[in-house]
C-alpha cells in the first residue's frame, strides 16, 4: 500500500536524457492510437517491420478451393508457421482451434460469387463479431473502375470509420476485375486510393516494371498476394522482388497450400520476408525441407 511518509527519495529522472519520441516503426502509422499500434505490431514483426501472412479466404468466393477442401486438415498444420491466419468468420470458428494465439486478418466484405458480378459487395460482418474473433485486422475488397467501385470504396470507409472507432485496421485489397491490366499505373492508382481513404495497410499485386513506385506512392504498408499457384521458384522470386522493392510482407493463398509441401513452402517465404533470403536460397530451404 502506498504509504505518506518514510519512502526513499525519487531521483532517477535522467533529466538529461529527452524521452523518446521516434516515429513507430510501421510507414505511415505514427500516429495512431495505442490500440490500434498494438495490432499492427501483431499483424507486422516489430523486429523485421514485415509479415508473411497466410490467406485462405478464398472459399467466400470460389468455394472449396484446391488445398482447402478440408481447412481443418490443410490449414490447421500451417497455422504454427505463419504470422497471421487471413480468412472469414466461418472457417476461423469451424476449423481453426483458438490456441495458436496468432494474430487474425478477418474478411470483412462480402456479397459476391464467382458465378455473378465479383465487384457487388457490402460489409458482412458486425464490427461486435469481428471483436468476438479478437480480429486484430479486418479485410475490405475494393474494385477500383469495376461497375461496383462506388460501393466497393463505400463498404472500406465504414470499415475504416468503425476500425479507427475500435482501434482496429483496415485492410484495403485491391481486387483486380477481369478487364484490368495489372500493371504499375493501375496499381499505384487503386494503392495510393486505399491508403488516402483509410486502410492502414493494403494489399495488392507485384507487377513490374514499376513495383518500387507502387509501393512508394502508396502512403501505408502494402502486402502482396500470390495470385494463381506458380512454379516454387517463380513464385519465391516474385516475393522476394516484391520485398527488394518496398513490400511489407506477403499474404499468400494458393502458391502455399496448393505447394507440394505447403509447410516448407511457408518457411521459404519467411526465409525472403524476415531474413532476406534470396529466391535461391529459399529454394533449396523448399526443396531441403520438402525431402526431409
Ligand atoms: C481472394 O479471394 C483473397 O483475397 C485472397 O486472400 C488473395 O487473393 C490472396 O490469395 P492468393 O495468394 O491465393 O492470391
Known amino acids: ?35 490500434m499500434q498494438d495490432r499492427l505490431s501483431r499483424i507486422f514483426r516489430p523486429d523485421t517491420g514485415k509479415t508473411v501472412m497466410l490467406a485462405f479466404d ?24 505463419c504470422d497471421v491466419l487471413m480468412c472469414t468468420r466461418g472457417a476461423l470458428r469451424t476449423c481453426i482451434p483458438p490456441t495458436f494465439n496468432k494474430p487474425v486478418c ?6 459476391a460469387t464467382i458465378l455473378r458480378e465479383l465487384s457487388d459487395e ?19 475488397q475494393v474494385y477500383v473502375g469495376a461497375e461496383y467501385e462506388h460501393k466497393s470504396i463505400g463498404n472500406l470507409c465504414k470499415v475504416a470509420d468503425t476500425g479507427m472507432r475500435h482501434g482496429i485496421p483496415t485492410l484495403g485489397v485491391t481486387a483486380v ?26 494489399k495488392t499485386y ?6 518500387d513506385k507502387v509501393a512508394a506512392g502508396c502512403p501505408v504498408p502494402i502486402v502482396i498476394a500470390g495470385g494463381k499457384k506458380l512454379p516454387e521458384i517463380e513464385a519465391l522470386t516474385m516475393a522476394y522482388k516484391a520485398i527488394d522493392q518496398g513490400a511489407s510482407g506477403v499474404d499468400m493463398g494458393r502458391n502455399i497450400f496448393q505447394a507440394d509441401n505447403p509447410i516448407a513452402m511457408l518457411k521459404a517465404v519467411m526465409s525472403i520476408v524476415h531474413e532476406g533470403a534470396k529466391a535461391e536460397e529459399a529454394l533449396d530451404m523448399y526443396n531441403t525441407l520438402k525431402n526431409e
Open 1 to 35: 500500500m502506498a504509504d505518506q511518509s518514510g519512502n526513499k527519495d525519487a531521483k532517477s529522472f535522467a533529466t538529461d536524457i529527452p524521452v523518446a519520441t521516434d516515429g513507430y516503426f510501421l510507414k505511415g502509422s505514427c500516429h495512431y492510437d495505442w490500440g
Open 58 to 81: 478464398h472459399g467466400y468466393i470460389m468455394g472449396p478451393t484446391s488445398g482447402l477442401e478440408r481447412m481443418d486438415l490443410q490449414v490447421v498444420p500451417l497455422a504454427e508457421h
Open 106 to 111: 478477418l474478411r470483412v466484405s462480402a456479397g
Open 122 to 140: 457490402l460489409v458482412g460482418v458486425a464490427i461486435d463479431d469481428a471483436i468476438r474473433c479478437n480480429a486484430s485486422a479486418m479485410a475490405v
Open 177 to 202: 476485375g477481369k478487364e484490368m491490366a495489372r500493371d504499375s499505373r493501375y496499381l499505384g492508382l487503386a494503392t495510393r486510393l486505399l491508403g488516402e481513404l483509410g486502410a492502414q495497410f493494403v
Open 206 to 211: 507485384y507487377c513490374e516494371p514499376g513495383f
